[in-house]
């Protein structure tokens, strides 16, 4: 039987993201790289970043309160004004959280989910909730490299496809098989008018008279 997932809708410029940290309080720990990711994911996409209750948090009351990281991510997938979420980096601890997470809220409302690494543990409870997510780049890796982003990885996000959504504002079915039409996980730049857009002027081969 073909896997039937929950696609959500793209992300657009100027929605909400809410930054969790189901692994690890990397941000509480070292603020400055946290802040860089946050600031170049909203300069590079337009989108608002949000901050739950205890992504903050040091990284010895989220290892002693595994419930606070499931709570934050209830939070954020209930929150109707959240487009999306994202994991704010890996480590080696959010398997702990799977006896606190409620699988019906992640599938009543559905949105992107992206992460990597130790994420993979909420990548598996988006499955089981019958949701598609994301792998991909942490707001602490990925989002915050020194000098900017890597283009690659721009690209990648930009690139991320399936099949089409319509209305764009609805999440759709994600069955199992070839792509169609590519839907960005995350907002491209819009295009420069053609107007704006000239051809190099060629350079003539021959010398001056």
Not at 52 to 70: N, Q
Not at 107 to 118: H, T
Not at 138 to 158: C, K, P, Q, W
Request: charged share 15%.
């Amino acid at each position: 039987m073909p896997l039937a997932l929950q696609k959500p809708r793209r992300l657009v410029p100027g929605d909400r993201i809410a930054v969790v940290s189901p692994s690890w309080g990397g941000p509480g720990t070292l603020p400055q790289r946290y802040a860089a990711g946050k600031r170049q994911l909203g300069e590079t996409f337009g989108l608002q970043v949000v901050d739950m209750p205890h992504t903050l948090a040091s990284a010895e009351d989220l290892a002693a309160h595994p419930e606070w990281r499931a709570a934050d991510l209830h939070q954020a997938f209930a929150d109707p004004s959240i487009a999306g979420i994202f994991a704010s980096i890996g480590g080696d601890d959010s398997i702990r959280l799977l006896p606190h997470l409620d699988l019906d809220i992640i599938r009543r409302n559905p949105k992107v989910f992206l992460g990597f690494s130790d994420t993979t543990t909420i990548h598996l409870a988006c499955l089981a909730a019958g949701l598609a997510s994301f792998y991909g780049p942490s707001i602490m890796a990925g989002f915050a490299e020194n000098g900017g982003m890597h283009a690659y990885t721009v690209d990648s996000l930009r690139k991320t496809s399936s099949r089409p959504i319509h209305p764009a504002s609805s999440p759709s079915t994600l069955q199992a098989g070839p792509a169609s039409a590519p839907i960005g996980l995350i907002p491209s730049p819009k295009p420069s008018p053609a107007s704006s857009i000239r051809p190099p002027r060629p350079k003539s081969s021959k010398a001056p008279a």
